[in-house]
């Protein structure tokens, strides 16, 4: 039984095609009211398990809901809380613009507030007479522009996203961030899933990252940034010797006779008091990055 309490809530969901395991007894939930980040490389699971929140594919073992309501046995209820952007447009390319958003509105089975659709193709400017014009006549960001007006459009409890920014240039990225920014006041869980890392650090709460199926990573934003591993730069005033160990925890990648670059994991901790005695003329810290962390969880794995 779910509780209900969660906007998204998966247990030991498994779906195999052959002996290929998309995903592995996945476990996640994710709060109402949380914007969080679905990451991974191709192939690690993420879009199957979208498509089984939605009901567009069914487990082989394991359950998944939204807002309680379990996603293959009471899949209607569930899909009417929620806005989906698949990651490619598969649009009926005969369907003019708006005769589309119409068809999702009535797929929902709810209404749609004309003035908030209006907003919707003000923001990211898709005219009248764009949405007159045949989809087979749209480019990849007009594309993109609507699959987003469609998933909003309803002012959906959640927001499945994915890709949500791909094709779009950055004025109507930033338009995006905005409406996101809006929507979360009012509520709206959002699921998104993005190989745009400076995106998710900058819009998410939370993040789990899907490796063969599995959750290897799954934690606050912030505490992520913690577990890479950042570059120091250090400039001295005159010619220095390469010590022959450093503390604890730091690795020397560059020596030079006035510049080390130096490797540390987590806070600074004891190295400025190894560089108090030397002649330091500057010290700079690069910013951890996501990408850092994805790519050691893939490198090495859970640990």
């Known amino acids: 039984m779910f509780s209900g309490t969660a906007a998204i809530s998966i247990r030991g969901l498994t779906k195999r095609y052959g002996r290929l395991v998309a995903v592995d007894h996945l476990d996640l939930e994710v709060p109402r009211g949380e914007v969080f980040g679905f990451l991974g490389l191709n192939g690690a699971g993420k879009t199957t398990t979208i498509r089984i929140l939605l009901d567009l594919l069914r487990p082989c073992s394991g359950n998944a809901a939204v807002f309680g309501h379990d996603c293959q046995s009471d899949g209607l209820k569930a899909r009417s809380s929620v806005g989906y952007l698949p990651g490619e447009m598969g649009v009926y390319s005969d369907l003019t613009g708006e005769e589309l958003l119409v068809f999702v509105e009535r797929m929902g089975g709810g209404t749609v507030s004309r003035k908030y659709r209006n907003n919707l193709t003000g923001r990211f400017e898709l005219s009248d007479r764009d949405l007159s014009r045949k989809l087979r006549e749209y480019s990849t960001g007009m594309k993109r522009k609507l699959g987003l007006i469609q998933a909003f459009q309803s002012d959906p409890l959640l927001l499945i996203l994915d890709e949500p920014t791909e094709g779009l240039d950055p004025l109507m990225q930033e338009a995006f961030y905005e409406l996101l920014a809006e929507v979360r006041h009012r509520g709206c869980t959002v699921f998104m899933s993005s190989h745009v890392l400076p995106e998710v650090e ?80 500057d010290l700079a810290v690069e910013e951890a990055r996501l990408e850092d962390v994805l790519v050691k969880y893939y490198r090495d794995g859970a640990e």
Do not use: H, N
Not at 225 to 253: H, N
């Open 202 to 281: 900058r819009v998410c709460d939370r993040i789990a990252v899907l490796r063969k199926g599995e959750v290897v990573l799954l934690s606050s934003v912030e505490d992520a940034r913690k577990l890479a591993s950042r570059r120091v730069r250090i400039a001295f005033r005159q010619d220095v010797a390469v010590p022959a160990s450093l503390p604890q925890g730091y690795e020397m990648i560059e020596a030079k006779p006035r510049a080390w670059i130096v490797r540390v994991t987590g806070q600074l901790g004891s190295l400025p008091s190894f560089l108090v005695s030397l002649p330091v003329a």
